[in-house]
């Protein structure tokens, strides 16, 4: 008996259902938020940096989904590989043997990381910390992870105990006993070395909510105290990593960092099949699988899997063979400088930071009297309301997808796929700038809108 099922037969009948079935059957607050802010749009298709609807109309992707569009989308490398190793017919996941693919993506990753010697493949970015979570525990026979205030480190429970994010631990509780610290002081980090029962302290190189980056020196002088008192540093890596800040890892900006373990997930995937990988130096692993009684000790059913394998190799060899890190530089810098020249022009543009193509934009209390005012409305209302009202106007009236760093944060974040370039650059200033015009004229649509939001958030108490 032959099955037959037909996907576009079934999306074309079934697919302008979408946010019905989501609301039915999923998370019935997300079509609800998207139809509150105007976001309930229907992509029909999307290429490298672009979404496209059924008008044909295009859409700039400035969020390339939250970082694992790195390459942007459909990319025609990424998508043969994956063609391949499926008309392949590999004998994939057996579990007891070892295929090729995985050894020659350990192989190619760790080329990019000094320092490291092994990988272990899982499939995400929360598993990648879940497994540097477990390896600094088990290696160092100590129980405390110390992590930094406002870190995001994923959503599963031991990723949840380093994240310093009140709004995602509430109603979670409890947690695996972890302490948190100010992302750059030291003399906190060496107060808790102190009581010598820490086995690591975690790090994003730059946060992703907020777009805080570690202050120069702090990683390398944190590595030195994590190590004199017998502790690891685990780089989260997972956002910033594969060129997205300009280097390869964020935290190779700074001479001298050698983290023991470093996590990454989302761009390796390419776009398509979900993978993390722990990177960490021998000594570690060994230490974990120190015998064969131990050979299954920490594994993942769908880790090393033949299609993110593939997938992974074929996103390095775009990088290194289309130059991506120095694209991102360049189109980086000029991203963040024509931004940046606009703060002496607007007083509600507080701050614009970042490197590569993470950029914060961040909003701050205006001098006027008329614009304070508003300013002060919208902060009793709900913090993060103003950011909003700016990301709103940039997808409805300009298609450019954009989204707020974090909740309660008037700061928007740009995380663009790393193909984005100087067109794309001129697109977004433009329409920020026409966004920032409106803002500050004290009138127009958009200051209509942010009463509808206040509304909705005094609703929400």
């Not at 074309?12 to 749009?41: C, S, V, W």
């Not at 993390?276 to 090393?304: C, E, N, P, Q």
């Not at 701050?351 to 008329?370: H, N, Q, T, Y």
Request: charged content about 25%; some cysteine; aromatic content about 8%.
């Amino acid at each position: 008996m032959t099955t037959e099922f037909d996907l576009g037969a079934l999306l074309a009948e079934r697919g302008a259902e979408r946010y019905e079935l989501h609301t039915k059957y999923l998370n019935a607050q997300l079509p609800r938020m998207l139809h509150t802010i105007g976001f309930d749009k229907v992509y029909e298709r999307a290429e490298g940096a672009h979404f496209y609807d059924a008008d044909g109309n295009d859409y700039l992707d400035m969020l390339a989904g939250f970082g694992v569009m790195g390459l942007g989308r459909h990319h025609p490398v990424v998508r043969k590989a994956l063609h391949d190793v499926l008309d392949l017919n590999l004998a994939d996941l057996t579990r007891f043997d070892c295929q090729p693919l995985p050894g020659l993506l350990a192989e190619r990753l760790l080329a990019h990381s000094p320092h490291l010697d092994r990988v272990f493949f899982g499939n995400s970015g929360t598993e990648a910390v879940e497994t540097a979570l477990k390896f600094a525990r088990y290696a160092t026979g100590r129980p405390r992870i110390l992590y930094c205030d406002h870190a995001f480190h994923g959503l599963t429970t031991g990723s949840l105990s380093v994240n310093g994010e009140d709004g995602f631990r509430d109603g979670f509780a409890p947690l695996l006993p972890d302490t948190a610290v100010p992302l750059g002081d030291l003399d906190a980090l060496a107060r808790e070395l102190k009581k010598g029962d820490v086995a690591a302290l975690i790090v994003e190189p730059i946060q992703g909510k907020g777009v805080h980056e570690a202050p120069p020196g702090y990683l390398r002088a944190a590595q030195e105290l994590l190590h004199r008192h017998k502790a690891l540093l685990i780089a989260d890596e997972v956002q910033t990593g594969l060129g997205r800040t300009g280097d390869f890892y964020a935290y190779q900006h700074e001479d001298g960092v050698e983290p023991d373990l470093v996590c990454v997930a989302k761009a390796l995937s390419g776009g398509y099949v979900p993978v993390g990988a722990t990177l960490g130096k021998d000594w570690i692993f060994k230490k974990v699988y120190s015998s064969m009684d131990r050979v299954l000790v920490h594994s993942a059913s769908f880790g090393s899997n033949a299609q993110a394998m593939a997938a992974g190799l074929a996103v390095l060899s775009v990088m290194e063979n289309e130059q991506i890190v120095a694209g991102v530089r360049t189109t980086g810098d000029l991203l963040k400088s024509r931004l940046t020249a606009l703060t002496g022009t607007y007083e509600l543009l507080a701050d614009v930071r970042g490197r590569g193509l993470m950029i914060g934009i961040e909003f701050g209390r205006p001098a006027s009297l008329k614009l304070r005012s508003r300013w002060a409305m919208l902060q009793a209302a709900r913090k993060g309301l103003f950011a909003q009202m700016v990301v709103v106007p940039l997808l409805q009236r300009h298609r450019i997808l954009t989204q707020v760093s974090g909740d309660h944060l008037e700061v928007i974040k740009l995380i663009p796929p790393l193909v984005a370039g100087e067109a794309d650059v001129d697109r977004f200033v433009d329409a920020f700038t026409a966004v920032m015009d409106d803002a500050h004229s004290g009138g127009g649509l958009m200051w209509d809108f942010g009463k509808t939001l206040i509304k909705q958030a005094v609703a929400n108490r």
